[in-house]
């Protein structure tokens, strides 16, 4: 073809692309290079036309050839980094652009390029020298401008607010200046100011999702969060799949103490949005907080699949087998976790808390000790330190330094009150009981709530329904079916001697302590579903049959390991199954149920002086202490009244008074021969997972008995609350 047929299709082509007439200018390109293979030009052009058309590896391929054609064509290299960084490889775009700008200094287009990917791989300081190189070459430039301001916030820069107001003097309706502006001003609190720039934004680009967002964040900052809550559901609501979204409704609804309606937030948002990870870290971090340590298992396993590299989920994880009791697989994994962080102090503090937990306490104190000797104190450790102290005669080293962390106002809630809590502990050791309620007060002010005890009478309400109470008379399976390990409940109020109870049997070689198990608090969540949604729970119970019992039995089996050989008798001492009896009667006809008893006062104070984990609404508030506590008395009374379910009474006075006496009947009630090791329960090396894990460690001591005396000043709102 003749040299000015090969100008004339050139001419069509770039005539094409001027019109938007893409894929002729794209066939006019590929003939062209067919015919002028050495021509870099026609190569770039073809490059672009594939880059606007999606075909992305065709057009780097035609990059690369006008590259090789041309060594020093500099446009040629900034479209490779276009072409690369569209196809998520933002190290080699980065590399390509300064090979651009290695050959010509002053290639602002490049500059500005390489600023903008230097701020998206979190390289701040190269993207502020880069925008500035960019800005000396020119100096009105908004995208630099930007770009500068950008990097600026990244780093803390004072300037950063002055520069994005540069940019708005020059170009007021720029939304990503003024949505920057915002930014920069909620990270000085100045939640109003921002609140105004993001209304501008919206004035003029009502549908700008982040504006909404940022909005909705602003108003939860300045504590209007039913506004809040309206602006984050109108944008998950406008855009189904907003991470943010999500993620800011659930933060909103758990300061709100509504951590259902958190979970279900962040649940639903699992099956929205496309690349769900910091969702999950949310939410395996709410069943964390809140106790479900079996959910956040579950869920950390399931995203491991997709993340398995991800140290957010795998620390969660260790928390939740810690906490689950699963010491030998959560040690392991903080392990496993260390050997590709040394550094990282938090996992220090956490696998020291794994060795006090299972009572390798010399091990521990010697880990943390050079952090505490050199005071660098992160929380896992203080809290650590704090559960050591005491056996090292360091406790006022320890206050010390938590008073230091406590001093810090962007510390952690949760945090917070774990510190407080230690603190509590700690006073309450040494005989300074008015300093220690007062960090309990202030330890549990701190933790949302939303305890409705009408609605918890109307479930009790419905428990005691004569219909639900007979259930538990007449099995619906033969008692022989479950005689290979008997089941032995223990429950009753949390700080009531369930633990106590449970060391003293699961001492014994026949038995084996199952702690507190989640089981029974899974089927009942899960049973009206298995029913077909016949009725809520505890009402559909009247819909159970025996095929139902089979599938639930099933169930309750995959929260029971593997036990030992010889074992007659497991223990389940989760203390709010006592609200489930009439299910366990159903499932187990031939277990045992130990109600354990102490002063209602006792029990109530060492409840409120206690951090839970789990739900336990009712215990950060003295007066919801007294009101609950007298549900569970009734909803007691009425079971061994009117339903006839069999239970043994432990009453906690009579056994740290007369051990003895009520072991044997403890051990006899379980239906096992008396061993004299069951006396010796504190010299056992099973592994305790409740709060009271140190306590069974010690020989039976009654200086916990009568223990309210030491603060009766402060308790006229629970004693009024169990007199009513």
Known sequence: MSENNVVNLASKAQACLGSGHLEEARSLLERLCGLDKQNEENWLMLAAVHGETGRLDEALSCANRAIELDGAYVEAYLTRAHLLLKLTQPEKALQSALKAVEIDDEYTEAWLFLAGIAGQLERYEDAEQWARKALRLAPDNIDALVNLANAQYRQDDPETENSYRQVLQIQPDNVPARMGL???????????????????????????????????LCCM????????????EDVI???????????????????????????????QAQTMVTQPLDVIAALVSLYHVYGMHYRAIGLCDEALKMYPDNFD???????????????????DGVKALKSEEPGEVKLIGTHASLLERMGNYDAAHEMILPYINEQKIPGSIVTTFMRLCHRYDECDQAEILVNILLAKPELNPELRRGLLFNLVKLKDRLGYYDEAFAFAREANELKPCQYDHAQYVDYIDRILDPVILSLSEEPLIPVTQNESVRPVFIVGMPRSGTSLVEQIIATHPLAYGGGER??????????PGWLGNVAEYPECLAAVSPDTIEQILASYTRFTEKLPEGTRVMTDKMPENFQHLVLIRMLFPDSRIIHCVRDPIDTCLSCYLQQFTGYHEYAYDLGNLGRHYREYQRLMKHYRDDAGIHMLEVKYEELVNNTEEVSRSLVEYCGLEWDDRCLKFYESDRIVHTASYDQVKEPVYTRSVGRWKNYEKYLQPLTDALKD
Not at 314 to 331: K, M, N, P
């Open 182 to 216: 915002a930014r920069s001003l909620m990270a000085q609190e100045r939640f109003g100011d921002a609140e105004d720039e993001l209304r501008h934004v919206l004035k003029g680009a009502p549908n700008e999702i982040e504006a909404l967002d940022a909005l909705g």
């Open 221 to 232: 900052k300045m504590d209007r969060l039913d506004e809040a809550a309206a602006i984050f």
């Open 237 to 267: 609501q406008r855009d189904t799949g907003h991470q943010q979204g999500y993620l800011h409704l659930a933060e909103l609804l758990d300061m709100r103490g509504d951590y259902h309606g958190a979970m279900q937030c962040l649940e």
């Open 313 to 331: 989920i795998r620390y969660y994880r260790v928390l939740s087998l810690a906490d689950f009791g699963r010491f030998d697989e959560a040690l």
């Open 518 to 527: 989640h089981a029974i608090s899974s089927i009942v969540s899960s049973l």
